[in-house]
Protein backbone atom coordinates (compact mmCIF):
# COMPACT_ATOMS: atom_id res chain seq x y z
CA UNK A 1 0.00 0.00 0.00
CA UNK A 2 1.67 3.54 -0.96
CA UNK A 3 1.53 6.37 1.73
CA UNK A 4 0.67 9.60 0.82
CA UNK A 5 2.57 12.14 -0.25
CA UNK A 6 4.02 14.72 2.16
CA UNK A 7 4.35 18.19 1.61
CA UNK A 8 7.52 20.25 1.99
CA UNK A 9 7.46 21.66 5.04
CA UNK A 10 6.38 18.25 6.57
CA UNK A 11 9.93 16.60 5.17
CA UNK A 12 11.90 19.45 6.37
CA UNK A 13 10.33 19.29 10.03
CA UNK A 14 10.41 15.65 10.09
CA UNK A 15 14.00 14.54 8.59
CA UNK A 16 16.39 15.36 12.01
CA UNK A 17 18.78 18.29 11.41
CA UNK A 18 22.30 17.24 11.50
CA UNK A 19 24.93 19.31 13.49
CA UNK A 20 27.77 21.04 10.81
CA UNK A 21 25.98 20.16 7.55
CA UNK A 22 23.67 22.54 5.78
CA UNK A 23 20.12 20.94 4.83
CA UNK A 24 19.56 22.46 1.60
CA UNK A 25 15.63 21.77 0.79
CA UNK A 26 15.07 22.97 -2.87
CA UNK A 27 11.17 21.85 -2.47
CA UNK A 28 10.60 24.42 -0.10
CA UNK A 29 11.61 27.41 -2.76
CA UNK A 30 9.88 25.58 -5.27
CA UNK A 31 6.46 25.43 -3.22
CA UNK A 32 6.59 29.14 -2.27
CA UNK A 33 7.28 30.39 -5.79
CA UNK A 34 4.41 27.92 -6.90
CA UNK A 35 1.98 29.38 -4.55
CA UNK A 36 3.18 32.77 -5.70
CA UNK A 37 2.28 31.88 -9.17
CA UNK A 38 -1.12 30.62 -8.13
CA UNK A 39 -2.22 34.05 -6.68
CA UNK A 40 -0.89 35.61 -9.34
CA UNK A 41 -2.63 33.72 -12.13
CA UNK A 42 -6.03 33.62 -9.70
CA UNK A 43 -5.38 37.91 -9.25
CA UNK A 44 -4.74 38.37 -13.40
CA UNK A 45 -7.87 39.36 -14.28
CA UNK A 46 -8.79 41.44 -11.28
CA UNK A 47 -5.55 43.63 -12.16
CA UNK A 48 -5.88 43.67 -15.54
CA UNK A 49 -9.29 45.10 -14.50
CA UNK A 50 -7.26 47.32 -12.22
CA UNK A 51 -5.10 48.73 -14.85
CA UNK A 52 -8.18 49.14 -17.60
CA UNK A 53 -9.78 50.99 -14.65
CA UNK A 54 -6.89 53.35 -13.65
CA UNK A 55 -6.14 54.07 -17.51
CA UNK A 56 -9.23 55.14 -18.13
CA UNK A 57 -9.41 57.33 -15.01
CA UNK A 58 -6.24 59.18 -16.31
CA UNK A 59 -8.06 59.46 -19.72
CA UNK A 60 -11.16 60.93 -17.74
CA UNK A 61 -8.97 63.21 -15.60
CA UNK A 62 -7.02 64.53 -18.30
CA UNK A 63 -10.62 65.56 -20.19
CA UNK A 64 -11.95 67.16 -17.00
CA UNK A 65 -8.32 68.97 -16.29
CA UNK A 66 -8.79 70.22 -19.83
CA UNK A 67 -12.28 71.62 -19.83
CA UNK A 68 -11.68 73.29 -16.09
CA UNK A 69 -8.97 75.42 -17.54
CA UNK A 70 -10.81 76.28 -20.40
CA UNK A 71 -13.70 77.24 -19.49
CA UNK A 72 -12.40 79.62 -16.26
CA UNK A 73 -9.61 80.94 -18.72
CA UNK A 74 -13.06 82.05 -20.34
CA UNK A 75 -13.93 83.64 -17.76
CA UNK A 76 -9.89 85.57 -17.35
CA UNK A 77 -9.30 82.53 -14.36
CA UNK A 78 -6.46 80.69 -15.66
CA UNK A 79 -4.85 80.48 -12.24
CA UNK A 80 -7.49 78.64 -10.73
CA UNK A 81 -8.14 77.15 -13.84
CA UNK A 82 -4.98 75.81 -13.80
CA UNK A 83 -5.36 74.45 -10.04
CA UNK A 84 -8.44 73.22 -9.99
CA UNK A 85 -8.23 70.98 -13.53
CA UNK A 86 -4.97 69.48 -11.43
CA UNK A 87 -7.06 68.98 -8.46
CA UNK A 88 -9.76 67.01 -10.34
CA UNK A 89 -7.14 65.07 -12.20
CA UNK A 90 -5.72 63.77 -9.37
CA UNK A 91 -8.56 63.06 -7.74
CA UNK A 92 -9.78 60.88 -10.06
CA UNK A 93 -6.38 59.03 -10.42
CA UNK A 94 -6.10 58.24 -6.95
CA UNK A 95 -10.24 57.31 -6.25
CA UNK A 96 -9.28 54.66 -9.25
CA UNK A 97 -6.06 53.72 -7.63
CA UNK A 98 -7.79 53.03 -4.08
CA UNK A 99 -10.71 51.32 -6.11
CA UNK A 100 -8.26 48.86 -7.83
CA UNK A 101 -6.24 48.06 -4.63
CA UNK A 102 -9.88 46.66 -3.40
CA UNK A 103 -9.66 44.49 -6.88
CA UNK A 104 -6.34 42.98 -6.81
CA UNK A 105 -6.27 42.53 -2.94
CA UNK A 106 -9.77 41.01 -2.38
CA UNK A 107 -8.53 40.95 1.99
CA UNK A 108 -8.45 44.97 1.13
CA UNK A 109 -11.63 46.63 2.44
CA UNK A 110 -12.49 50.08 1.73
CA UNK A 111 -13.23 50.88 5.31
CA UNK A 112 -9.56 49.75 6.27
CA UNK A 113 -8.50 51.61 3.08
CA UNK A 114 -10.30 54.58 4.12
CA UNK A 115 -8.55 54.66 7.43
CA UNK A 116 -5.30 53.88 6.67
CA UNK A 117 -5.80 57.18 4.35
CA UNK A 118 -6.83 59.00 7.37
CA UNK A 119 -4.33 58.16 9.70
CA UNK A 120 -1.57 58.42 6.68
CA UNK A 121 -3.20 61.95 5.83
CA UNK A 122 -3.08 63.40 9.73
CA UNK A 123 0.80 62.07 9.25
CA UNK A 124 1.60 63.80 5.86
CA UNK A 125 -0.49 67.00 7.54
CA UNK A 126 1.84 67.49 10.05
CA UNK A 127 5.18 66.46 8.20
CA UNK A 128 4.33 68.95 5.33
CA UNK A 129 1.87 71.24 7.56
CA UNK A 130 4.11 74.46 5.63
CA UNK A 131 3.37 73.32 2.30
CA UNK A 132 -0.15 72.34 2.77
CA UNK A 133 -0.97 75.43 4.68
CA UNK A 134 0.46 77.80 1.92
CA UNK A 135 -1.19 75.29 -0.74
CA UNK A 136 -5.00 75.56 1.39
CA UNK A 137 -3.69 79.69 1.04
CA UNK A 138 -3.26 79.97 -2.34
CA UNK A 139 -6.62 77.91 -3.19
CA UNK A 140 -8.36 80.34 -1.15
CA UNK A 141 -6.60 83.62 -2.66
CA UNK A 142 -7.66 82.30 -6.24
CA UNK A 143 -11.31 81.81 -5.53
CA UNK A 144 -11.54 84.86 -3.32
CA UNK A 145 -9.72 86.39 -6.08
CA UNK A 146 -8.72 89.79 -3.61
CA UNK A 147 -6.06 90.75 -6.35
CA UNK A 148 -5.44 88.97 -9.97
CA UNK A 149 -1.79 89.05 -12.02
CA UNK A 150 -1.45 92.79 -13.30
CA UNK A 151 -2.59 94.08 -10.23
CA UNK A 152 -0.06 96.68 -8.15
CA UNK A 153 -0.38 95.21 -4.72
CA UNK A 154 1.61 96.41 -1.53
CA UNK A 155 2.42 93.17 0.97
CA UNK A 156 4.85 93.68 4.24
CA UNK A 157 7.91 95.43 2.95
CA UNK A 158 7.03 94.57 -0.44
CA UNK A 159 5.47 96.46 -3.24
CA UNK A 160 4.88 95.71 -7.30
CA UNK A 161 3.15 94.39 -10.08
CA UNK A 162 1.58 90.64 -9.45
CA UNK A 163 3.02 88.38 -12.05
CA UNK A 164 1.65 84.74 -10.98
CA UNK A 165 -0.45 83.24 -8.04
CA UNK A 166 0.82 79.42 -7.94
CA UNK A 167 -0.59 76.68 -5.48
CA UNK A 168 2.61 77.37 -2.72
CA UNK A 169 3.20 81.16 -3.48
CA UNK A 170 2.87 84.56 -5.35
CA UNK A 171 5.19 86.24 -7.30
CA UNK A 172 5.19 90.16 -7.73
CA UNK A 173 7.41 92.30 -9.99
CA UNK A 174 8.89 95.45 -7.79
CA UNK A 175 9.19 98.69 -9.73
CA UNK A 176 13.05 98.51 -10.32
CA UNK A 177 12.61 95.15 -11.68
CA UNK A 178 13.24 92.29 -8.98
CA UNK A 179 11.37 89.38 -8.69
CA UNK A 180 9.51 88.39 -5.19
CA UNK A 181 8.28 85.34 -4.10
CA UNK A 182 5.61 85.53 -1.05
CA UNK A 183 4.56 82.30 0.56
CA UNK A 184 1.10 82.03 0.59
CA UNK A 185 0.18 82.03 4.15
CA UNK A 186 1.30 84.79 4.81
CA UNK A 187 -0.28 86.70 1.98
CA UNK A 188 -3.19 85.74 3.11
CA UNK A 189 -2.82 86.16 6.68
CA UNK A 190 -0.90 89.76 5.93
CA UNK A 191 -2.52 93.01 5.26
CA UNK A 192 -2.21 93.96 1.37
CA UNK A 193 -2.81 96.99 -0.30
CA UNK A 194 -3.91 96.79 -3.60
CA UNK A 195 -3.18 99.93 -5.57
CA UNK A 196 -4.84 99.16 -8.33
CA UNK A 197 -8.11 98.32 -7.26
CA UNK A 198 -9.87 100.94 -8.79
CA UNK A 199 -8.79 103.11 -12.07
CA UNK A 200 -7.99 106.29 -10.44
CA UNK A 201 -5.41 107.10 -7.47
CA UNK A 202 -5.42 110.09 -5.42
CA UNK A 203 -2.29 112.25 -4.65
CA UNK A 204 -0.86 115.18 -3.01
CA UNK A 205 1.73 117.51 -2.16
CA UNK A 206 2.15 119.81 0.24
CA UNK A 207 3.89 123.74 0.16
CA UNK A 208 3.91 126.88 2.78
CA UNK A 209 3.24 130.14 1.18
CA UNK A 210 3.65 133.77 3.14
CA UNK A 211 0.78 135.42 5.13
CA UNK A 212 0.11 138.04 2.94
CA UNK A 213 -1.12 135.82 0.04
CA UNK A 214 -5.01 135.77 -0.92
CA UNK A 215 -6.02 132.18 -0.03
CA UNK A 216 -9.32 132.51 -2.94
CA UNK A 217 -6.69 133.83 -5.58
CA UNK A 218 -4.36 131.35 -4.63
CA UNK A 219 -6.98 128.40 -4.81
CA UNK A 220 -8.04 129.34 -8.52
CA UNK A 221 -4.60 129.62 -9.73
CA UNK A 222 -3.14 126.70 -8.28
CA UNK A 223 -6.15 124.60 -9.66
CA UNK A 224 -5.85 125.96 -13.15
CA UNK A 225 -2.23 124.70 -13.05
CA UNK A 226 -3.21 121.47 -11.70
CA UNK A 227 -5.77 120.85 -14.43
CA UNK A 228 -3.77 121.76 -17.37
CA UNK A 229 -0.92 119.55 -15.79
CA UNK A 230 -1.02 116.12 -18.55
CA UNK A 231 -1.84 113.12 -16.36
CA UNK A 232 -4.93 114.70 -14.12
CA UNK A 233 -8.01 113.42 -14.68
CA UNK A 234 -10.96 116.27 -14.86
CA UNK A 235 -13.43 114.32 -12.68
CA UNK A 236 -13.08 114.16 -9.79
CA UNK A 237 -11.29 117.48 -10.14
CA UNK A 238 -8.27 118.90 -8.35
CA UNK A 239 -8.66 120.63 -4.69
CA UNK A 240 -6.71 122.93 -2.74
CA UNK A 241 -6.95 122.93 0.99
CA UNK A 242 -6.03 125.42 3.20
CA UNK A 243 -4.12 122.76 5.35
CA UNK A 244 -2.24 123.83 8.57
CA UNK A 245 -1.06 127.62 9.71
CA UNK A 246 1.80 127.67 11.21
CA UNK A 247 3.66 130.72 13.40
CA UNK A 248 5.12 132.38 9.83
CA UNK A 249 3.87 130.44 7.10
CA UNK A 250 0.21 128.46 5.78
CA UNK A 251 0.80 125.27 4.55
CA UNK A 252 -1.20 124.43 1.46
CA UNK A 253 -2.43 121.27 0.06
CA UNK A 254 -2.80 120.22 -3.01
CA UNK A 255 -4.73 117.22 -4.55
CA UNK A 256 -5.43 115.96 -7.98
CA UNK A 257 -6.45 112.22 -9.31
CA UNK A 258 -4.93 110.34 -11.93
CA UNK A 259 -4.67 106.86 -13.02
CA UNK A 260 -3.76 103.93 -10.55
CA UNK A 261 -0.51 102.54 -11.96
CA UNK A 262 2.39 103.14 -10.41
CA UNK A 263 4.47 104.95 -13.76
CA UNK A 264 1.10 107.17 -14.32
CA UNK A 265 1.09 108.17 -10.51
CA UNK A 266 5.16 109.40 -10.29
CA UNK A 267 5.20 110.79 -13.85
CA UNK A 268 1.68 112.77 -13.14
CA UNK A 269 3.05 113.97 -9.78
CA UNK A 270 6.06 115.28 -11.30
CA UNK A 271 4.10 117.13 -14.19
CA UNK A 272 1.99 118.82 -10.93
CA UNK A 273 4.93 119.76 -8.78
CA UNK A 274 6.40 121.51 -12.42
CA UNK A 275 2.99 123.49 -12.89
CA UNK A 276 2.77 124.65 -9.53
CA UNK A 277 6.43 125.76 -9.01
CA UNK A 278 6.21 127.88 -12.25
CA UNK A 279 2.71 129.31 -11.12
CA UNK A 280 4.19 130.39 -7.88
CA UNK A 281 7.09 131.79 -9.70
CA UNK A 282 4.76 133.63 -12.59
CA UNK A 283 2.62 135.43 -10.28
CA UNK A 284 5.60 136.30 -7.44
CA UNK A 285 3.96 134.36 -4.69
CA UNK A 286 5.63 135.29 -1.35
CA UNK A 287 7.08 132.09 0.45
CA UNK A 288 8.68 132.10 3.67
CA UNK A 289 12.46 132.88 3.72
CA UNK A 290 14.70 131.18 6.03
CA UNK A 291 17.13 133.62 8.22
CA UNK A 292 18.94 133.25 11.02
CA UNK A 293 18.56 135.66 14.39
CA UNK A 294 20.55 135.83 17.47
CA UNK A 295 18.79 135.51 20.79
CA UNK A 296 20.94 135.66 23.94
CA UNK A 297 24.29 135.00 21.52
CA UNK A 298 23.24 131.94 20.33
CA UNK A 299 22.43 132.26 16.53
CA UNK A 300 19.05 130.45 15.42
CA UNK A 301 17.14 129.58 12.54
CA UNK A 302 13.58 130.87 11.95
CA UNK A 303 11.20 130.95 9.19
CA UNK A 304 10.16 134.37 8.29
CA UNK A 305 7.98 134.89 4.99
CA UNK A 306 8.45 137.60 2.97
CA UNK A 307 5.72 140.46 3.10
CA UNK A 308 5.28 139.99 6.46
CA UNK A 309 3.70 143.50 7.71
CA UNK A 310 4.58 144.34 4.45
CA UNK A 311 8.17 144.78 4.15
CA UNK A 312 10.91 142.41 4.22
CA UNK A 313 12.36 140.75 7.37
CA UNK A 314 15.85 142.30 8.44
CA UNK A 315 18.61 140.37 9.88
CA UNK A 316 19.86 140.76 12.85
CA UNK A 317 23.65 140.17 13.73
Known amino acids: MKSEPQDAEQVATERPDVTGQVDANPSLFTEKLDGWLDALTYALPNLAFALVLLLLAWLLGKGVDALVRRRLAARNREDLGQLMG ?26 DLFAGLGLGSVAVGFAFKDILQNWLAGLLLLVRRPFEPGDQIEVGDFEGTVQHIETRSTMIRTYDGQRVVIPNSEVYGDAVLVKTNADLRRSEVDFEVGF ?41 RCRWWSRAFRADVVETRARVIEALHDTLIEHGVSRPLEVEVHLDGKAGAADIPIGLRGETPNRSR
Do not use: C, H, Y
Request: charged fraction near 15%.
Open 212 to 252: KESVGDLREMLMAAMQGADGVVAEPAPDVLSWNMQATALVI
Open 86 to 111: SLLKWGLIAGALAFGATLVFPSLMPA
